[in-house]
């Protein structure tokens, strides 16, 4: 099928579907809904952060005749939060793994009451040795998971890389660390939950993936298809953090349902949120470089690790995206990585934005930049002369078929940054100012959608549907948070149908109404589920053409009359399609080789940064971030998804750190955990070049998660440009830059 | 959201007599509560242990500045966008115009009030350093009459202060004699806007032929409580500021100064920015004596 | 508090009197109850948000007598007698605000959540200051977190609003100083 070149639709900047409701403060989030004769459900929490249950007494001062309580013994099914791996349990029975972990439910119509009564349970526990790092759980001194704490690993291989330390002219180390990062979705996690012995569960809430909440309810409750419901809230921001934490939150207020008998509303406070929901997994990776006398890479041997926390959720295929991306969009012909998943006693990690992709390209992205420094060639030199080609084959053996435009990405971004000619200025002026400046950049893909067979494994379906009242409903599983879901996914339909944007609307995101089209999630909706939403339009239009009389041309008063005349003999109007691989896509798990990704997005971003050092405050003062993502299919909502991408990876770099005592979050506020505001983010230019993707809906590739994995390198390289010091740990904090700085410059320090 | 609002007592007295009157009958045990902005946060943390409450807004007495040839009386109950838009305190204390604009966001301005901010006694108190530079005075009001203290004065430990339980803060008083001395106001926070001071130096001086005939450092999150450098104000008085001047400061400063390490910051870093703010400060009375 | 508990009328709690988006509105609840919760609960005013419940990320925000407040810190009794704007005050019979039609255009909402108080935000500036340059933008909007958008379209939309009768490049004086934290 080809991709029309001039659409009216897609790539326009229509309004956003849902956008007045939110305007108006319309929309309904799951705390601003309440059903008849609705409680109120609370969670109480493990105050260590590993050991052994002995008691859990209820204080007399509290009627408990009134409360709805839930343990691990009331759970109908499985005890087990059904991701990956099963061993995450719903409510913790006999054992805690990590601070703030469930242990049992309490509900109540009056929520003060049920704030009294959350304290008024004692739980007495016997402590056991908890891990928190890496190290500790790589030692084995004490095991936490499993029989070796570890929750996985992979083996990467490409060549020879053990042959290739003797004959390079230059070898490079170094060690790169991330620390955890939250969400800090503005709309905390909530959930409704209805349950009854002719309808089963019914959940509404604020989610990413209906269809994983199903799968978690069913299990817990062993319930059949057909009992099961879940519904998706207007979601006020998510970033992956509503991806696996919500199965876990609606499990708990339909158990609560369940034994109550009433509908239960679960909404947690920001301090609860912070301190007991999914982070990004903290990372350690470790770089040894081979590379010839020109700096081109002869082998590149990298060891990389990740915190996964007290259970697996997502760890697994955190690490793998992780692995895929850690050796950057560069030639290599010798590659070994080695990665490693740990489990420790702290609050398990989840998925968000990046999920492996922002550690392993802040390593690689650094790793570049001190190369360069050692072998004395220009940091943009240096990429240019490693950059991937059509035609080179990857680190997965990956041959790269598609265009890549790595070289135009970075003329670009160096012209519009102003790149050298700031470095020669702020050269002059760094000397004489107080403020040290320097430009750094980051050069990246991210491949879009699953890996490798996990599209094909998803094997999501999607399609549309008329109403008799003439209106195209877009059915797929596939949610909005603020992203553009909604707009994106009708606009396509709509260009497809060659209809009005008004006449297509979303179907509810409800499990009772929408097929499994897959989660939103991985950067897949406007490249895979838009492709199947394109050739299900196509498959209608096909039939009615074929069956209703419709036109090669045709008005849409025409094509809603054809829909009537089908829906006569038909009793329906309505086309679904699945999942088609495109052609080529072979991947072997167990080698790691083949097609990673069916397609790639590709970017170079610049960082401009100030260094104060009176204050040791780092700054973005101007950001530049080119990329190539496929057909933009709104122009409006893809820029602000780079912008909110970028303004997260500023955070990530500069201002966001989990504070953690003894396994527990300490700075669970928003006052103490600290995000860019608006007098913060540098001005943010934004350039796209498009080249349509063939096996994407209306050539779009995946655009969600690519902002956040180049800011933080570009920083850190601007950092070093500016100060000449190599920092390689994120958050980078003034604490640490004064440290780092004090090191460095002893003599001018004290003489201060 | 931790707190019950059923389990709180709220009243709102139209005049100062009637509040000085509940102070007098019950002492310690009314808290007083302006704005809001410091208690409200305990209240929906869970964490507001005070039963009875008695609400300071509205009330006019508290709220007014009034200007004198020789002073500024700014209420407690003023704002901190009361403070932004005076033009005597624009021009004449532009310190606390500064540090008012700092506070918070704009509808925490709006809300956050004068005397709030000195009475919650945070050691990081956006007002305390232009307050400690600019000389305030402190009055505090009861039935049994008014009284005065300097505000340097006014904190005695870690949130703790002088008033007694029957007492309120009532007005804090400047003197109008700075409009001709060099000035520095700085706060080193997590973030541009909203955030508290990890460190944060306020000073204003008065040299006469290059010598230091008046100064005065106002610091915050640097000790349990907002303070003046009274040991470097002593180093540095009657000297000319030059780099051996200015180094010489720094020992009676690392000396007097006692910061700690805690979620926003380190001891240490707080050690060596508090120096090179004011060395900042002292630069700016003699650029001559800055090298590249 | 859910409708299934409904609080009646308490004598030991005042009956607390204002204006909200033009409407008299007479309430009696406990005289610390939040104004957000107020307006929330009692009044089924579910614009407003709750996002952190600190007075840090200014969901909340409302306009009380022609100020910007975090309704999260306001106890309602110090609303007696107030007139508050949320952000259903905002569209007039039916027309969207200019604010919510630049919001619109420019893509100053993502999700949303932020959306209701950084408009009050936005209208309380414009109010004061009809034509503010990107600095003065930046302060109003300082107290509103969003973690969608990165502000970019943000401080677009606002300028949008304001520009009608913008001629020159620099805004004209303003009635609010603006001090820039350095």
């Not at chain 2, 430990?157 to 060099?182: Q, S, T």
Request: glycine share 8%.
């Amino acid at each position: 099928m080809k991709t029309p070149s001039a659409t009216r639709i897609v790539g326009a900047p229509v309004p956003r579907k849902e956008g007045v409701d939110k305007l108006l403060g319309r929309a309904r989030y799951v705390d601003d809904i309440e059903r008849e004769g609705m409680w109120h459900g609370a969670t109480v929490r493990s105050s260590i952060p590993r050991g052994l249950i002995r008691s859990i007494a209820f204080d007399r001062r509290i009627d408990w005749t009134e409360f709805a309580v839930v343990t691990a013994a009331d759970i109908p099914g499985e005890n087990c939060i059904q991701l990956i791996v099963a061993d995450q349990p719903c409510l913790a029975d006999g054992k805690v793994n990590h601070c703030e972990e469930p242990i049992l439910l309490l509900a109540h119509p009056d929520q003060h009451k049920l704030r009294e009564a959350v304290g008024a349970v004692r739980i007495e526990y016997e402590p056991l040795p908890p891990i928190f790092t890496i190290e500790e759980s790589e030692r084995r001194d004490v095991v936490v998971w499993g029989a070796d704490n570890l929750l996985k690993s992979f083996l990467l291989e490409k060549g020879d890389v053990d042959s290739a330390w003797a004959g390079a002219a230059h070898i490079v180390e170094g060690e790169y660390r991330t620390g955890a990062q939250e969400h800090l979705y503005i709309e905390n996690q909530g959930m409704i939950a209805e349950y009854g012995a002719e309808n089963g569960v019914t959940v509404w809430g604020s989610l990413q993936c209906p269809y994983y909440v199903f799968k978690a309810l069913r299990a817990v409750f062993d319930l059949p298809d057909e009992k099961v419901r879940v519904i998706q809230t207007e979601t006020g921001g998510a970033f992956g953090g509503k991806e696996d934490y919500p199965s876990t939150l609606a499990c708990h207020a339909a158990l609560l349902a369940m034994k109550s008998g009433h509908p239960v509303k679960m909404v947690y406070d920001r301090m609860e949120d912070l301190a007991a929901t999914t982070k990004r997994h903290p990372s350690r990776v470790r770089h040894r470089t081979a590379l010839d006398p020109d700096g081109k890479l002869l082998a590149i041997e990298i060891d990389l690790a990740t915190d996964g926390g007290a259970y697996a959720t997502l760890s697994s295929t955190v690490l793998s995206r992780a692995v895929l991306h850690s050796t950057g969009p560069y030639l290599c012909p010798n590659v070994r990585v080695r990665a490693t998943s740990w489990a420790t006693n702290l609050v398990p990690y989840g998925a968000f934005r990046g999920f492996g992709a922002p550690q392993a390209i802040f390593a690689m992205e650094r790793h570049m930049d001190e190369i360069a420094a050692t072998l004395g060639i220009d940091p943009a030199e240096l990429r240019r002369r490693n950059f991937l080609h059509v035609g080179d084959t990857n680190a997965t053996e990956q041959e790269m078929r598609e265009p890549v435009i790595l070289d135009q990405l970075l003329d670009r971004a160096l012209k519009e940054s102003g790149y050298y000619a700031k470095r020669e200025q702020f050269a002059r002026s760094n000397v004489k100012s107080s403020i040290r400046r320097g430009m750094g950049l980051a050069a990246f893909y991210h491949g879009s959608g699953f890996t490798g067979s996990g599209e094909a494994y998803l094997n999501s379906l999607a399609g549309v549907d008329v109403t008799p009242e003439g209106n195209v409903r877009v059915l797929v599983s596939n949610t909005e948070f603020g992203q553009g879901t909604n707009t994106i996914l009708t606009q396509v339909a709509a260009e497809a149908l060659g209809i009005d944007y008004a006449n297509v609307t979303m179907a509810a995101p409800d499990t009772g109404i929408v097929p499994n089209s897959g989660p939103t999630v991985a950067s897949r909706t406007s490249m895979v589920v838009g492709r199947i939403i394109e050739r299900a339009c196509s498959q209608l239009l096909a039939l009615l053409r074929e069956y209703a009389g419709l036109g090669t041309t045709y008005t849409q008063k025409e094509f809603l009359d054809a829909c009537e005349r089908y829906r006569a003999t038909r009793g329906e109007v309505v086309s679904f399609c699945r999942y088609e691989a495109p052609p080529g896509i072979v991947w072997d798990d167990q080698t790691y080789h083949g097609e990673a990704y069916g397609a790639y997005a590709w970017a170079v971003y610049v960082a401009q940064v100030a260094v104060d050092t009176v204050t040791y405050s780092a700054e973005v003062e101007d950001f530049w971030a080119v990329q190539e993502v496929g057909r933009v299919i709104h122009p409006v909502m893809a820029a602000g998804q780079v912008e909110g991408g970028i303004a997260q990876g500023i955070g990530y770099a500069l201002y966001e750190k989990v504070f953690s005592q003894d396994g527990r979050m300490a700075n669970n506020q928003m006052t103490n955990y600290i995000i860019p505001t608006a007098e913060d983010v540098p001005p943010i230019h934004v350039y796209f070049e498009q080249i349509p993707f063939q096996y994407g809906g209306f050539g779009a590739k995946g655009i969600g998660e690519l902002p956040h994995d180049g800011p933080a390198p570009a920083i850190l390289n601007a950092i070093r440009d500016a100060t000449g010091i190599a920092f390689n740990a994120i958050p980078l904090l003034p604490e640490d830059l004064y440290a780092g700085l004090a090191a460095a410059e002893p003599e001018e320090m004290a003489a201060r | 959201m931790r707190g019950n609002a059923a389990m709180h007592d709220l009243i709102a007295p139209s005049e100062l007599g009637a509040v000085l009157q509940l102070l007098a009958a019950e002492p310690g045990a009314w808290t007083p509560i302006a704005g809001g902005t410091e208690l409200m946060v305990a209240f929906s943390a869970g964490h507001l242990a005070a039963p009875k409450l008695v609400s300071l807004w509205g009330i006019p007495d508290l709220r007014s500045i009034g200007v004198t040839p020789a002073s500024i009386s700014i209420g407690a109950a003023a704002t901190f966008l009361d403070l932004r838009r005076n033009a005597t305190i624009a021009s004449e204390f532009p310190l606390l115009a500064k540090a008012a604009s700092w506070i918070g966001s704009v509808a925490n301005q709006g809300r956050a009030t004068l005397g709030g901010n000195l009475v919650n006694g945070s050691p990081a108190a956006d007002s305390s350093p232009a307050l400690l530079a600019y000389d305030a005075d402190i009055e505090i009001i009861s039935v049994r009459g008014r009284r005065r203290v300097p505000y340097s004065a006014f904190h005695t430990g870690y949130k703790r202060n002088v008033l007694l339980p029957d007492e309120l803060l009532y007005a804090i008083h400047l003197p109008r004699r700075f409009a001709r001395h060099a000035s520095y106001l700085r706060k080193v926070g997590t973030r541009r806007a909203m955030a508290i001071a990890k460190v944060a130096l306020g000073a204003t001086a008065l040299l006469e032929n290059g010598v230091v005939r008046e100064i005065r450092l106002g610091a915050a999150s640097l000790a349990p409580f907002p303070t003046r450098l009274w040991q470097t104000e002593a180093a540095l008085l009657g000297q000319t500021v030059t780099r051996e001047t200015m180094q010489s400061a720094h020992p009676a400063l690392l000396a007097e100064i006692k910061p700690i390490n805690d979620i926003r910051s380190t001891a240490e870093y707080r050690r060596q920015v508090a120096a090179n703010l004011l060395d900042e400060f002292l630069l700016s009375l003699n650029p001559e004596e800055s090298q590249s | 508090m859910s409708k299934s508990v409904r609080a009646t009328f308490h004598e030991r709690w005042p009956t607390i009197q204002f204006r909200v988006n033009g409407e008299a509105k007479v309430i009696n609840v406990p005289p610390m109850k939040r104004l957000l919760d107020v307006l929330r609960e009692d009044l089924q005013l579910t614009g407003t948000k709750e996002g952190c419940g600190e007075g840090e990320c200014g969901s909340c925000s409302v306009r009380m007598n022609g100020e910007l407040v975090n309704s999260c810190l306001v106890p309602v009794l110090q609303a007696e007698g107030a007139e508050i704007q949320t952000v259903e005050g905002l569209a007039l019979k039916g027309e969207l605000h200019p604010l919510q039609r630049s919001f619109l255009e420019h893509g100053g909402a993502q999700c949303g959540i932020c959306t209701p108080g950084m408009l009050m935000a936005s209208a309380q500036l414009l109010e004061q200051n009809p034509h503010p340059d990107e600095i003065q933008i930046r302060e109003a909007l300082a107290g509103n977190l969003c973690r969608c958008t990165g502000f970019m379209r943000i401080f677009e939309s606002v300028a949008a609003a304001s520009a009608p009768e913008r001629t020159g490049a620099t805004a004209e004086s303003t009635t609010e100083p603006s001090n820039h934290a350095g």
